[in-house]
Nanobody, 125 residues
Framework: VQLQASGGGLVQAGGSLRLSCAGS????????MGWFRQAPGKERDLIAA????????YYADSVKGRFTISRDNAKNTMYLQMNSLKPEDTAVYYC???????????????????WGQGTLVTVSS
């Protein structure tokens, strides 16, 4: 599957953005999906994940209650709604796909087989 992330940009602290990740192919629902982010000088960390069915989700503590992951399998697209953004949310955001994770949200980086190109989110104070 090929992934294309979009929706990044510059926003003031307290603002909102919605990221999208469009996938190719006809088997999008067989992939668990995740959003990672990587700030300068830091590792790429998982912040949210969703099962292929969309029934199960996972959030890192740093974004819980502010970010919402969702997917529309009919449109082969995953979303990340980001509210109450903070300067520390500034990073390149990547979407990724984990084959076969239909029932469970993949929580480990090694589970992910495919990666999008990343989209930059900058939150100004």
């Amino acid at each position: 599957v090929q992934l294309q992330a979009s929706g990044g940009g510059l926003v003031q602290a307290g603002g909102s953005l919605r990221l999208s990740c469009a996938g190719s192919g006809h088997t999008f629902s067989t992939y668990g999906m995740g959003w990672f982010r990587q700030a300068p000088g830091k590792e790429r960390d998982l912040i949210a994940a969703i099962s292929g069915s969309g029934d199960n989700t996972y959030y890192a503590d740093s974004v819980k209650g502010r970010f919402t992951i969702s997917r529309d399998n009919a449109k082969n697209t995953m979303y990340l709604q980001m509210n109450s953004l903070k300067p520390e949310d500034t990073a390149v955001y990547y979407c990724a796909a984990a084959y076969g994770r239909v029932a469970n949200a993949p929580r480990q980086k090694y589970e992910y087989d495919y990666w999008g190109q990343g989209t930059l989110v900058t939150v100004s104070s």
